[in-house]
């Protein structure tokens, strides 16, 4: 079969590394890509990216399969339009992908089926909502409703912190539209995770644990980013957190997407916060998570391609997903100033020399290429991913192939996976 993957992250190189292994794969698209895509896939970079020159596209190409690795698209329906036109692609639909694309729609759904959440109220206007802070006072979370590129939470230690981000969102729109309206959540305590299954809306086969490391520099400090590293799987899922999550959170979250007639096909992702009260949902979102299915997708012994199918077919019970018992530990580096300002077009040296270390694959993100080399070309520009016995070991493999490459500017954590270790 050939699949086409649409993204140009280090998750969608991943996506397209592991489905060019499927043994019924014959060949992989990427639109765009990336310089590392490059490698495993055919990259398209189309005149027409909206979801008519796309589909025109997979169709002109016989693609068997589309999988879309991020969420605009998601949310904004590419799956109902390609079906509408017959063709075969991953992911939820428009009315299932709300679980990510509307805030206030995840809280109220949690909420209506008794699913372990965060006290939380909306607003349409600013008045109202520093109403509410006067009422509940700091700590307290703000949050833009829509999609907002990852930007649009704003955690408040302070009254004045959150009055500034209440005006911020609603005042003076930082955030657009996802703007208009306004939530304020309970600031929830603990330790964080990524818990991510795959569902074709009534059976859910659950990934291994992981968790992502947001803030920007070492000992979780400076402003988030997109994700500067992840492992999995995390030892503060310990089976009995585990057993909750599931019985708790993804199966009753599958059975309410349903029951609202939003049958959720696809990748529900949940972002767990480990409370002193158990696991407590922080966010959905409607795919897989970047840098995630880079340690993920590491783990995954079963072909992907079968499983994603089965996800859309309805027939997820018969698929096996078989995981590696090894660990798998990515480190993010990203571009000098992310996730601020920060320049591209930096030559990248030594990723063969990285490539060649045992279980070790070097992960592009935002990377192009120019003249024959490898260029950066976004903030976060590679995932050095690497498996190893335990976690330790994963994090020594991973930071060994990390000091093989260089580029200007270059920065990363060195601190990716001591919370594991910390345990
Ligand atoms: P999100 O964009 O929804 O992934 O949120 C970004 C980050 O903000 C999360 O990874 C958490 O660290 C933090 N966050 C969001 N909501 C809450 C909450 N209710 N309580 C504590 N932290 C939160
Ligand atoms: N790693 C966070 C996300 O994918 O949303």
Same mark, same amino acid.
């Given at each position: 079969?050939?699949?086409?993957v649409?993204?140009?992250?280090?998750r969608?190189h991943?996506?397209?590394?592991? =489905?060019?292994?499927?043994?019924?794969?014959?060949? @992989?698209?990427c639109i765009?890509?990336?310089?590392?895509?490059?490698?495993?896939?055919e990259?398209?970079?189309?005149?027409?990216n909206?979801f008519?020159?796309?589909?025109?596209?997979?169709?002109e190409?016989?693609?068997?399969?589309?999988?879309v690795g991020p969420?605009?698209?998601l949310?904004?329906?590419?799956v109902d339009?390609f079906?509408e036109k017959?063709?075969?692609?991953?992911?939820?639909?428009?009315k299932?992908?709300? =679980?990510?694309?509307?805030?206030?729609?995840?809280?109220?759904?949690?909420?209506k089926?008794?699913?372990p959440?965060?006290?939380?109220?909306?607003f349409?206007?600013?008045?109202?909502?520093?109403?509410y802070l006067?009422?509940?006072?700091?700590?307290?979370?703000?949050?833009a409703?829509?999609?907002a590129?990852?930007k649009g939470? =704003?955690?408040c230690?302070?009254?004045d912190?959150?009055?500034?981000? =209440?005006?911020q969102v609603? @005042?003076?729109?930082?955030f657009?539209e996802?703007?208009?309206?306004?939530i304020l959540e309970?600031?929830?305590?603990?330790?964080e995770?990524s818990?991510?299954?795959?569902?074709?809306?009534?059976?859910?086969?659950p990934?291994?644990s992981?968790?992502?490391?947001k803030?920007?520099?070492?000992?979780?400090?400076?402003?988030?980013?997109?994700?500067m590293?992840a492992?999995?799987?995390a030892?503060?899922?310990?089976?009995?957190?585990?057993?909750?999550?599931?019985e708790?959170?993804?199966k009753p979250?599958v059975?309410?997407?349903?029951k609202?007639?939003?049958?959720?096909k696809?990748i529900?992702y949940?972002?767990l916060?480990?409370t002193?009260d158990?696991?407590?949902?922080?966010?959905?979102?409607?795919?897989?998570g970047?840098?995630e299915?880079?340690a993920?997708?590491m783990?995954?012994?079963?072909d992907?391609?079968?499983i994603?199918?089965?996800?859309m077919d309805?027939t997820?019970?018969?698929q096996?997903?078989k995981w590696?018992?090894?660990?798998a530990?990515?480190?993010v580096?990203?571009?000098?100033?992310y996730p601020?300002?920060?320049?591209?077009?930096?030559?990248?040296?030594?990723?063969?020399?990285?490539?060649?270390l045992?279980?070790t694959v070097?992960?592009?993100?935002?990377t192009s290429?120019?003249d024959?080399?490898?260029v950066?070309?976004g903030g976060?520009v590679?995932g050095?991913?690497?498996?190893g016995?335990?976690?330790?070991?994963?994090?020594g493999n991973a930071y060994?192939?990390?000091e093989?490459?260089?580029?200007e500017?270059a920065?990363?954590?060195k601190?990716?996976?001591q919370k594991?270790?910390?345990?």
């Amino acid at each position: 079969m050939k699949v086409a993957v649409i993204g140009k992250g280090g998750r969608e190189h991943t996506i397209c590394w592991k =489905i060019a292994q499927s043994s019924n794969v014959k060949k @992989v698209y990427c639109i765009p890509g990336n310089a590392g895509t490059a490698d495993v896939a055919e990259n398209v970079v189309l005149e027409d990216n909206s979801f008519d020159g796309i589909a025109a596209f997979v169709k002109e190409n016989e693609i068997d399969l589309t999988v879309v690795g991020p969420e605009d698209p998601l949310v904004e329906g590419i799956v109902d339009f390609f079906q509408e036109k017959g063709l075969n692609v991953f992911g939820p639909s428009k009315k299932a992908a709300i =679980i990510e694309g509307s805030k206030i729609f995840m809280r109220e759904l949690l909420q209506k089926y008794g699913i372990p959440n965060a006290e939380f109220a909306s607003f349409t206007t600013a008045e109202e909502a520093l109403g509410y802070l006067q009422e509940k006072g700091a700590p307290i979370v703000v949050k833009a409703d829509g999609l907002a590129a990852g930007k649009g939470v =704003i955690v408040c230690d302070t009254m004045d912190e959150a009055e500034a981000a =209440i005006k911020q969102v609603m @005042v003076d729109k930082a955030f657009g539209e996802a703007g208009s309206q306004v939530i304020l959540e309970e600031k929830l305590i603990g330790e964080e995770a990524s818990y991510l299954v795959f569902t074709d809306g009534k059976t859910i086969k659950p990934m291994v644990s992981s968790q992502d490391h947001k803030p920007v520099f070492d000992g979780d400090k400076g402003p988030n980013t997109g994700g500067m590293g992840a492992y999995s799987p995390a030892p503060v899922v310990t089976d009995e957190v585990e057993k909750k999550v599931l019985e708790t959170i993804m199966k009753p979250t599958v059975e309410a997407m349903k029951k609202e007639g939003r049958k959720y096909k696809g990748i529900l992702y949940c972002g767990l916060m480990i409370t002193k009260d158990g696991p407590k949902v922080v966010e959905f979102n409607c795919r897989f998570g970047d840098p995630e299915t880079q340690a993920l997708l590491m783990r995954l012994e079963s072909d992907l391609a079968p499983i994603l199918q089965a996800c859309m077919d309805g027939t997820l019970a018969e698929q096996e997903v078989k995981w590696s018992k090894k660990a798998a530990c990515c480190v993010v580096m990203a571009s000098g100033g992310y996730p601020e300002k920060y320049e591209k077009g930096k030559e990248i040296a030594g990723l063969e020399e990285a490539n060649s270390l045992p279980e070790t694959v070097v992960f592009h993100a935002g990377t192009s290429n120019a003249d024959g080399k490898v260029v950066t070309a976004g903030g976060r520009v590679l995932g050095v991913t690497s498996l190893g016995a335990t976690i330790n070991e994963s994090i020594g493999n991973a930071y060994k192939a990390v000091e093989k490459i260089s580029f200007e500017g270059a920065q990363y954590r060195k601190d990716i996976g001591q919370k594991a270790l910390n345990r």
